[in-house]
């Protein structure tokens, strides 16, 4: 497995390479300057675990980037890393579907643990709870309680012992699982499916 960096600033991809070397030392870090070489990249190292990728690309307009991954791979996580503030740029990149936007000037523990946090979502081996066609996770099922408390993502954060981040990212595949874009949604269609 190979876990994809594409960033045509040379410091910050090999700044990236190497938090993603000491996180997950047996996978192979793949640094690409242009998203074009991904493709062959992927033929000559293999699948991706996950893609790292910069927003403002040489030859990509806005997300197409994003929304080209996600319909290759809508499986593997994706995660922007952008020197765009996060505001207005990280809803369009989710909305495209990355599963995360981190700023550029995000100190690297931050990145590193929201990064963690993204592979601990993913683990599958999670117990499920099935509502019609969707699948949620214990974590998910607990997040919907949580929100229908109305706790705050700091709050969720401090009652799970987890990263703040680690939190929009949980709630991001919530969202998507549900096919939802916000908590109140999410309350509504837990509310028309029995799960609060």
Not at 31 to 60: H, M, R, T, W, Y
Not at 67 to 72: N, S
Not at 104 to 112: D, G, L, N
Not at 135 to 158: C, E, H, P, T
């Amino acid at each position: 497995m190979s876990l994809y960096i594409i960033d045509d600033h040379p410091l910050v991809r090999q700044a990236i390479a190497m938090l993603l070397r000491r996180m997950r030392p047996a996978s192979k870090v793949v640094e690409l300057e242009k998203f074009s070489e991904l493709q062959a990249a992927i033929i000559k190292n293999g699948e991706p675990e996950l893609f790292v990728l910069d927003l403002l690309l040489p030859g990509v307009k806005g997300t197409s980037a994003v929304r080209e991954v996600k319909t290759m791979y809508g499986d593997i996580p994706l995660v922007v890393i952008s020197s765009m503030p996060a505001g207005e740029a990280e809803e369009t990149c989710i909305e495209a579907g990355a599963d995360l936007y981190l700023e550029k000037s995000t100190p690297a523990p931050e990145i590193s643990s929201a990064i963690q946090g993204l592979f601990a979502a993913e683990g599958g081996d999670e117990e499920t709870v099935v509502v019609g066609e969707t699948k949620l996770s214990k974590r998910q099922k607990q997040l919907i309680v949580m929100l229908d408390r109305g706790l705050s993502n700091r709050d969720i954060a401090a009652e799970l012992e987890i990263s703040e981040h680690t939190v929009k990212v949980h709630l991001w595949r919530l969202f998507r699982r549900l096919d939802v874009k916000s908590r109140t949604q999410t309350l509504h269609f837990a509310r028309q499916h029995g799960l609060l």
